[in-house]
């Protein structure tokens, strides 16, 4: 007698069967940072006010935007140190074309995008033409960067951006109006709603496990209340950011690339192992060269976002803890600096955590240093867990 294939039966217990496999997620990251609103709110109860949530998001923008590159470095196995560079040139190069040189804002912003693909070409070629490391190309690239910013911007060093120009009202003064983002909202709900119960059918029909209907229906619906709940409290500020919207919208895109698209899947592939990506018939090359392209592409949109909140670009733009911040939010999301593992959404979740520590310690009037001090042992904490994680898998493959 044949015996109907195993779907719904096992679904429930799937994610349990991938917590006790070590495949922690963003579990651990969202925990953390349940955690640390908790402290910073009972240490300060300004922290949770919808003003402080309001700003707090919109520093993410900038950063998260470069750290989603660190994302698509990171999956491969290598790394970018010039990212905060990158971004100084982009944020410099639109300055400087909008302000002395006359042009156009939209030349300035495609000059500034060119030069970080031009960047990330650069380091592709390099890395897999001669395998030079990614570190040390990279951190050359960081030097030589830097003295080219300094370069476009002259003499004087800094240059104000025209306040009523797009870029800066699209950084700091745009925000997405109420109606529109509860529309957006059940949009969200209603896609995910859709592409699960599409996954569900075909799971199903192939005799996969599959979720069970139950659980596709419960899990949009889940996320709708929470997006409301956001949408109707920063709405009694100002709201949500056109620049975080922005940023949002970039991480979403690029967790469907990676994850609906044949490259996306030969990115997971480099990542875990090069030999078997080659022998799939994967050409590693060119996904290693798309990656370090697109990586210093998202460090010139990050750029282009901090001159736009600040005003101004200058030497000091790209400057002080921006790469390390980038590069922190990464992992501290959840991405493996071993390759293979991590999601677009990483970038989000952990700029999100930095950002939180930085404006709770600012709250509390503590200096700087706290910060790094605390953002640098939580950086440590997620790489000891991903450690753990790859661990367990490396035993419960074993077992």
Partial sequence: MSHPPATTELAPRLPLFRLRSGELGSVPVVVGLVVIWIVFEILNPAFLSAGNLVNLALQCASVGTISIGIVLVALVGQIDLSVGSTSGLAAAIVGIGMTSGGWPLPLAILGALVAGALVGLLYGFLFTRFGVPSFVITLAGLLAISGLQREVLGPDGTVNLPYDSFIVQFAQVWFLPTPIAYGLAVAAAVVIALTGWLSMRKRVAAGLS??????????????????????????????????????????????????????????????????????????????????????????????????????????????????????????????????????????????????????????????????????????????????????????????
Avoid: K
């Fill in 210 to 399: 599959a979720p069970s209907p139950l659980s596709v229906i419960v899990r949009p619906l889940a996320l709708l209340v929470v997006l409301l709940v956001v949408v109707w409290y920063l709405g009694t500020d100002r709201g949500i950011g056109a620049s975080f919207l922005f940023f949002l919208a970039l991480v979403v895109a690029m967790n469907y690339v990676l994850t609906r698209t044949r490259w996306g899947r030969s990115v997971y592939a480099v990542g875990g192992s090069v030999e078997a990506a080659r022998r799939a018939g994967i050409r590693v090359g060119r996904v290693y060269v798309g990656i370090f392209v697109l990586c210093s592409v998202f460090a010139a949109l990050g750029g282009l976002l901090a001159a736009g909140r600040l005003t101004s670009a200058g030497l000091s733009s790209g400057g002080g803890d921006t790469n390390l911040n980038a590069i922190a939010a990464a992992v501290i999301g959840g991405t493996s600096l071993f390759g293979g593992r991590g999601s677009a959404f990483s970038a989000l979740l952990g700029i999100v955590v930095i950002q939180s520590i930085s404006s709770g310690l600012t709250l509390l009037s503590l200096d700087s240093s706290v910060r790094s001090i605390i953002t640098g042992a939580v950086l440590v904490l997620a790489v000891v867990l991903d450690a753990l994680s790859r661990r367990s898998r490396a035993a419960h493959g074993r077992g």
